[in-house]
């Protein structure tokens, strides 16, 4: 005790000491609590408000994330990592294509990799891409400048067929050069940016100091205020254990919660998953029978797909095959069924289909792709791709 505090009553001493060493165990208490809270980050010396920052910043990316998602979905954009892709479903000159990619906040295509070129290949469209040689006659550019260095012409391209000025580039499985006035389909790319800091960034001091006032009123005047201290510092005490402590089960539960997510889209998009809505889809790039296709599909940990809305339908039709969907009246002829047990209620049968018109036409597909309602029954037994579905948890 401080040589110079006043004299006072036992009882007054006792209640200095023991809101001096409440305030001590509060001290305590929120290092150690809030040193829980950080041990999984591997932060030694946390700023507190920094702590309560990066508690929540984790959830908050995701959440950003799945937003972004769910607003480009609903517009019909489809994503392959890192990018979200919009197909058109009308046909315009290279430079209109160019005006509506931009207005949408995006531009024309960018092809950087192998495997963006081959995503695009399971549309079996004539697309244009972003690649032009207006400036200089064979110096083909990117539209954000870049010189093209990797590119994917088919043989003998680009030629400038019969001396013409075809000076941008279009593709299907291969690039090709075409005027650019010709009317075709497009695809505009925005990379949109997912993942922001997930780290603190800054420590400070974990120890305070405790100034208690030298010049103490007469100790004879201060006893109720000394009580109401201790007690306040009591419910601060419980106050900071109980927050602390639920900080520190939240950042372990969401932090671990969130990684998951966030290495679910990571693994399936690498692999060649298309993510729409809140499902990924697998688009094959071989033929089998519906058994086979089916069984494909559950070795991956999926199914083939389940159509249940006009927005789905519309984008399994984006990818221009005809492709075993997760439907088929293999029990009960004319009975049809989703492969998850489930009566058909919506459907987008082609005009005159279902027919059986081989006779056990037994097995779904998405065939007529140029009309909204594209469905056709088949054999399964038939050789086909397929779509496989897997929804995100």
Not at 322 to 329: A, E, Q, R, S, T
């Amino acid at each position: 005790m401080d040589k110079n505090l006043p004299d006072a009553s036992a009882t007054n001493r006792k209640l200095v000491v023991l809101g001096l060493g409440l305030l001590c165990i509060l001290q305590a208490a929120l290092n150690i609590s809030l040193r829980l809270a950080l041990y999984s980050s591997g932060a030694r010396t946390p700023d507190y408000e920094a702590v309560t920052k990066n508690l929540t910043e984790e959830a908050k990316m995701l959440r950003r994330k799945l937003e972004i998602f769910d607003h480009y979905t609903r517009k019909q954009w489809v994503y392959f990592q890192p990018s979200f892709y919009y197909i058109s479903s009308e046909k315009k000159s290279w430079r209109d294509s160019r005006d509506d990619c931009l207005q949408k906040g995006a531009d024309l295509v960018i092809i950087n990799s192998k495997e963006e070129q081959d995503f695009f290949r399971v549309f079996e469209k004539f697309m244009w891409i972003g690649l032009t040689d207006n400036e200089t006659e064979g110096m083909w550019k990117w539209v954000d400048g870049t010189l093209l260095t990797k590119s994917f012409w088919r043989r003998g391209q680009p030629n400038s067929f019969l001396f013409q000025n075809e000076d941008c580039a279009a593709m299907t499985d291969l690039w090709i050069d075409l005027p650019c006035g010709n009317q075709n389909f497009w695809t505009c790319e925005k990379t949109v940016s997912l993942y922001g800091r997930s780290a603190l960034t800054s420590v400070c001091k974990t120890h305070s100091e405790v100034n208690m006032d030298k010049n103490l009123p007469d100790a004879s005047a201060t006893n109720r205020k000394l009580v109401v201290l201790g007690l306040g510092l009591l419910c601060i005490l419980q106050a900071a254990l109980n927050i602390s402590l639920r900080l520190a089960l939240y950042s372990s539960d969401e932090k671990e919660g969130d990684q998951l997510k966030r290495n679910t889209f990571d693994h399936y998009t690498q692999e060649g998953w298309v993510y729409f809505r809140s499902s990924f889809y697998f688009i094959s790039s071989e033929k089998k029978s519906w058994p086979a296709s089916r069984g494909d599909c559950l070795q991956k940990g999926a199914d083939l797909v389940i159509i249940n809305s006009k927005e789905e339908n519309e984008f399994t039709r984006q990818f221009r095959q005809l492709l075993w969907i997760g439907l088929n009246d293999n029990e009960t002829e004319g009975t049809w069924k989703w492969v998850d047990g489930t009566l058909l209620n919506t459907s987008y049968w082609h005009p005159g289909e279902p027919n059986s018109i081989n006779s056990d036409e037994d097995c779904g597909m998405t065939m007529f792709n140029e009309d909204k309602y594209n469905w056709n029954d088949g054999q399964c037994n038939t050789l086909h791709f397929w779509i496989c579905e897997k929804m995100l948890a």
